[in-house]
């Protein structure tokens, strides 16, 4: 039996088989293949989703060896590459070219596909998430026919569908809108968590990129501010500040969430010792500056609300945490986008904070999760679609005002359901279009 597992190993996959096809024909071979024998085909990217949505019983297609620039257009600065390449590789190619993308999540190991498939974002007032660069999409339908979208052929495809969950088609290419290659001053510093919430709209608007992590147990919020410079790239110190290596990515941080998991009841002592003064200020490329590594693994859930609702839902969600006496040995990350005209993006028609939970492996999410959701559901929350979540179709037709459009849009482009699994029935189905 094939067994297939995400990042984080939360979901597993028992598919048909695992296809690793060489080139866009051979991708075209295996769906159309799969469609005359009614078998369902599902595309993983890097498999960083937490929702089942990259499961199948189908065909399991790793695009991976779909990597590169296919073209790059210097005049409009628009690079046309293949879905499969990661969004490390991306940046080092884009960098060459002396370009960038302006703007990404805190890791790059996604595809593009993958990212731009569930809405992934970063944090930035005046940026979308990365389907926002998307400019030209090309991808193989249910028959095996390549189909073409970008603003003059199949313009409604492009409109509805690039954030579209894997649920259209096998995106093979992938044209985005990249901009000139720029530097990025960080300055991260701990913070009281009341005082960022009174002077939010402040660090929001007077910077290009802001976001912080509030310490449950703990006043205190760790902020990051990222900001265009035009200055030389500074060394950065050689061990790296507390906020990644300690708090995020470092080892260290996986004993202590370890520990945590054996003694839950010691996790508010081991919060508090992180680290409530210091910070760090460094200046490099700005995919060096957006991304950091993960080592330690977690589940999570990331919620979008109306920026306007961020203080009263943060603080809403602190109560919770005192009042059911939850033991959380991961920080509460808060980050924002600007609104954005996409059918099924996050950030659909609104300008977003997003709030994102996370719980360390092997511990149990589903009660603090649930609470959490339950608070997220009163602000007009709209669930990342790569991260935990209990909500369906009947939800989302009144969270998102294109959703019928979306749906009309799949039952044309794959009305055999070629490309559905459970996660679709649940999210995308029993909806009257
Ligand atoms: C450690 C970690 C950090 C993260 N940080 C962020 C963050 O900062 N911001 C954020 O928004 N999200 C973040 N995420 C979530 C992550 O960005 C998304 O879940 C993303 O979709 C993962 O990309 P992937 O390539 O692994 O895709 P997968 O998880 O493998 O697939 C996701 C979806 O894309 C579809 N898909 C993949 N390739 C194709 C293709 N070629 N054609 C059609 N459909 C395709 C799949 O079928 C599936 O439906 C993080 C996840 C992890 C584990």
């Given at each position: 039996?094939?067994?297939?597992?995400?990042?984080?190993?939360?979901?597993?996959?028992?598919?048909?088989?695992?296809?690793?096809?060489?080139d866009?024909?051979?991708?075209?071979?295996v769906?159309?293949?799969?469609?005359?024998?009614?078998?369902?085909?599902?595309?993983?990217?890097?498999?960083?989703?937490?929702?089942?949505?990259?499961?199948?019983?189908?065909?399991?297609?790793?695009?991976?060896?779909?990597?590169?620039?296919?073209?790059?257009?210097?005049?409009?600065?628009?690079?046309?590459?293949?879905?499969g390449?990661?969004?490390?590789?991306?940046?080092?190619?884009?960098?060459?070219?002396?370009?960038?993308?302006?703007?990404?999540?805190?890791?790059?190991?996604?595809?593009?596909?993958?990212?731009?498939?569930?809405?992934?974002?970063?944090?930035?007032?005046?940026?979308?998430?990365?389907?926002?660069?998307?400019?030209?999409?090309?991808?193989?339908?249910?028959?095996?026919?390549?189909?073409e979208?970008?603003?003059?052929?199949?313009?409604?495809?492009?409109?509805?569908?690039?954030?579209?969950?894997?649920?259209?088609?096998?995106?093979?290419?992938?044209?985005?809108?990249?901009?000139?290659?720029?530097?990025?001053?960080?300055?991260e510093?701990?913070?009281?968590v009341?005082?960022?919430?009174?002077?939010?709209?402040?660090?929001?608007?007077?910077?290009?990129?802001?976001?912080?992590?509030?310490?449950?147990?703990?006043?205190?919020?760790?902020?990051?501010?990222?900001?265009?410079?035009?200055?030389?790239?500074?060394?950065?110190?050689?061990?790296?500040?507390w906020?990644?290596?300690?708090?995020?990515?470092?080892?260290?941080?996986?004993?202590?969430?370890?520990?945590?998991?054996?003694?839950?009841?010691?996790i508010?002592?081991?919060a508090?010792?992180?680290?409530?003064?210091?910070?760090?200020?460094?200046?490099?490329?700005?995919?060096?500056?957006?991304?950091?590594?993960?080592?330690?693994?977690?589940?999570?859930?990331?919620?979008s609300?109306?920026?306007?609702?961020?203080?009263?839902?943060?603080?809403?969600?602190?109560?919770m945490?005192?009042q059911?006496?939850?033991?959380?040995?991961?920080?509460?990350?808060?980050?924002?986008?600007?609104?954005?005209?996409?059918?099924?993006?996050?950030?659909?028609?609104r300008?977003?904070?997003?709030?994102?939970?996370?719980?360390?492996?092997?511990?149990?999410?589903?009660?603090?999760f649930?609470?959490?959701?339950?608070?997220?559901?009163?602000?007009?929350?709209?669930?990342h679609?790569?991260?935990?979540?209990?909500?369906?179709?009947?939800?989302?037709?009144?969270?998102?005002?294109l959703?019928?459009?979306?749906?009309?849009?799949?039952?044309?482009?794959?009305?055999?359901?070629?490309?559905?699994?459970?996660?679709?029935?649940?999210?995308?189905?029993?909806?009257?279009?």
């Amino acid at each position: 039996m094939v067994t297939w597992k995400n990042w984080a190993k939360n979901q597993t996959a028992h598919p048909l088989s695992i296809e690793k096809p060489r080139d866009e024909q051979a991708v075209a071979q295996v769906v159309k293949a799969a469609h005359e024998r009614d078998e369902k085909v599902k595309v993983v990217g890097s498999g960083h989703s937490f929702t089942s949505i990259a499961l199948t019983q189908g065909r399991l297609l790793s695009i991976n060896n779909l990597s590169g620039i296919v073209g790059v257009d210097a005049a409009s600065r628009r690079v046309t590459v293949h879905a499969g390449t990661t969004l490390a590789d991306l940046n080092l190619l884009l960098d060459e070219h002396g370009l960038a993308l302006p703007n990404l999540g805190d890791i790059t190991y996604q595809t593009v596909a993958g990212a731009i498939s569930t809405g992934t974002h970063g944090t930035g007032q005046h940026l979308t998430g990365l389907a926002g660069q998307v400019v030209g999409m090309r991808f193989i339908n249910a028959m095996g026919d390549v189909v073409e979208t970008n603003d003059s052929t199949n313009p409604e495809i492009l409109r509805l569908g690039r954030v579209g969950l894997g649920a259209l088609g096998v995106l093979t290419q992938l044209t985005l809108q990249a901009v000139p290659a720029f530097h990025l001053r960080a300055l991260e510093k701990p913070m009281r968590v009341d005082q960022v919430l009174e002077e939010i709209d402040m660090h929001v608007n007077t910077n290009d990129h802001f976001e912080f992590f509030w310490v449950p147990h703990t006043g205190w919020a760790l902020t990051k501010r990222n900001n265009r410079t035009e200055d030389a790239v500074s060394p950065q110190p050689i061990v790296r500040g507390w906020l990644d290596k300690v708090v995020i990515e470092n080892y260290g941080f996986g004993a202590v969430c370890a520990v945590g998991r054996m003694r839950p009841q010691w996790i508010p002592r081991l919060a508090k010792a992180l680290p409530s003064s210091g910070g760090r200020e460094y200046i490099d490329k700005s995919f060096k500056v957006f991304a950091s590594t993960r080592l330690v693994k977690f589940y999570e859930m990331e919620y979008s609300i109306p920026r306007a609702h961020l203080v009263e839902a943060l603080n809403e969600v602190r109560a919770m945490v005192n009042q059911r006496g939850y033991f959380l040995n991961f920080p509460v990350e808060v980050r924002f986008t600007k609104a954005d005209d996409m059918a099924l993006s996050t950030s659909y028609g609104r300008d977003s904070a997003y709030i994102a939970v996370h719980i360390y492996k092997g511990m149990d999410f589903l009660p603090y999760f649930k609470d959490v959701e339950a608070i997220m559901k009163n602000h007009e929350g709209r669930p990342h679609w790569g991260k935990i979540h209990f909500r369906d179709a009947q939800d989302f037709e009144s969270l998102y005002p294109l959703f019928g459009e979306f749906l009309q849009l799949r039952n044309r482009i794959d009305p055999a359901r070629t490309f559905a699994n459970e996660y679709t029935e649940k999210v995308l189905d029993g909806v009257r279009v």
